[in-house]
């Protein structure tokens, strides 16, 4: 399918990218670029056959490759357009992994007055908590969701090229809107990252006195384990997708507020009905992975 | 152990309860008090062999037991307490095996004008998202935690003979007092089950209108899994908590609302910090429970 794919940024996205192709033998050559003080993870990555070559210099890097992936956090994505622009061919499929799309477009648009008709926005959406190239596998994009957010300005022949690709994983593939990727994530996603965050924090200054996490139970530990995420790159995301963020706490603060109100007010069969309502939903969610 | 013993409602817990005891040889026999309308349940109950004979006659049930285990709702217990009252034995050992104590004290102490020295409260910190007999297990309580909340007029006697009994099934026995229970019960498994049914219920709606739940991945599927539980019995727990619960409500939203604070403002250090400090204290918890 191609050549050489170069992945740029080799964590646990951009590992699991180059293991996958590899699998799939969709190209005869992996190179990875990242920072100066990269070098350490790009040396492991070699030696664990995730790439085939690396350097810390771009041009180098991207020499020659008909793929091009940006798999770093979304927050560096500006300044590896900029890097990008001066090398850019146009023949070459460019591709983001972020997890957040009208900020990856956004530093698109800030670097290049034409916008390129072969960048190809994209989103696996899988994950783990773990992170770095050696929590990379070549199967972690197998019947997970990947959506593609093209431009005006994308050409149809690159957005059938970035489909093919990422089908040739296993994925399934859906074509949306900037605005409505972002929205949706944000209520799926960083919304509950951030209700995490936000409940274990709360609930780890009460341990600091209290000690009350040697009574928690599994419920809380499946319920919390979305906390343990990197932090580093959550607050990326977070800061990212703030305006579609923002919003979904104040609507979830009201939600909340309600509940209290309708305990206060022994409101059973309202609280009942939102409880129920709750069940019945997850079920439907429950159903529609299957 | 015991020659007889009788649960009260026999569901996940108390099923759970008659099965361990079997395993482990603590009585000769089981028996079980359900109301009219649980008759098809007791009569499955017996069938899967949990139980030995049930009766929806409290008197015949209880008869003879030396150990009486109530495991209905917490909301249910009133009423239990109330048709127990005139057969209580000083002999028996009777434990409650609910989510919430101090409820569960208030209606002993509406029934009994002396505190009975032979009751000793019991929640044993295990569960599933399934519910009914079908799901007992013999090692539900298996490397568990179980908290017993005896009473100023509880007898030493019977608080460890409480404790035997737990111990036998695997479980990890702690003394506590009632209210501090129910503080570390409404802050570690209470308010995520609100959490969860509330952002369940609000992106359910969500889903409605603007199909959201197909883009949601892994970790949107373990955070909501509590939203699966029985509503009947958390809408029971919540209004038996309540009084803990409302302030934990309050200053989640004050916690939610600080982190919005810091998204618009683009507070990026104090955003990381306390992403950071929830992903050390979640690993702390973590490290608890191996």
């Known amino acids: 399918m191609f050549n050489k794919v170069c992945i740029i940024g080799v964590g646990l996205i951009g590992g699991s990218i180059a293991r996958a192709a590899r699998k799939q033998n969709l190209c005869q050559n992996i190179s990875a670029f990242g920072r100066e003080q990269d070098l350490d993870n790009l040396q492991r990555a070699k030696e664990l056959g995730v790439i085939d070559s690396y350097s810390s ?21 500006s300044l590896i357009f900029e890097q990008l622009q001066p090398l850019w061919s146009k023949h070459t499929l460019y591709m983001d992994a972020g997890s957040t799309k009208a900020s990856v477009v956004a530093a698109l648009k800030t670097v290049f007055s034409d916008i390129p008709e072969n960048f190809v926005p994209a989103h696996p959406i ?8 050696d929590a990379a596998r070549d199967d972690l994009y197998f019947g997970k969701r990947l959506i593609l957010t093209p431009m005006t300005e994308t050409a149809p ?18 074509l949306m809107e900037i605005e409505q990727h972002d929205a949706v994530l944000a209520a799926t996603s960083h919304l509950p990252h951030i209700l995490a965050f936000s409940l274990v924090n709360f609930l780890g200054k009460k341990d600091e006195t209290a ?15 979305i906390a343990s995420s990197d932090p580093t790159m959550w607050l990326d995301i977070c800061q990212a997708n703030k305006e579609q963020i923002i919003p979904l706490i ?8 309600g509940v209290k109100a309708k305990l206060e007010q022994d409101q059973s069969q309202a609280l009942f009905d939102s409880f129920s309502y709750a069940n019945q939903a997850r079920q439907r969610f429950l159903d529609q992975q299957k």
């Open 57 to 77: 210099v771009l041009s180098e890097a991207v020499m020659d490759a008909d793929c091009v992936i940006i798999a770093t956090p979304v927050g560096a994505m």
């Open 126 to 133: 899988a994950g783990a908590e773990n992170s770095g190239v």
């Open 157 to 174: 022949e690159f957005i059938q090229l970035a489909q093919d690709f990422w089908q040739k994983f296993g994925s399934n593939v859906t």
């Open 211 to 225: 000690d009350i996490f040697k009574y928690a139970a599994g419920g809380f530990k499946d319920f919390t384990r």
């Open 250 to 257: 104040e609507q979830l603060c009201v939600e909340l507020n």
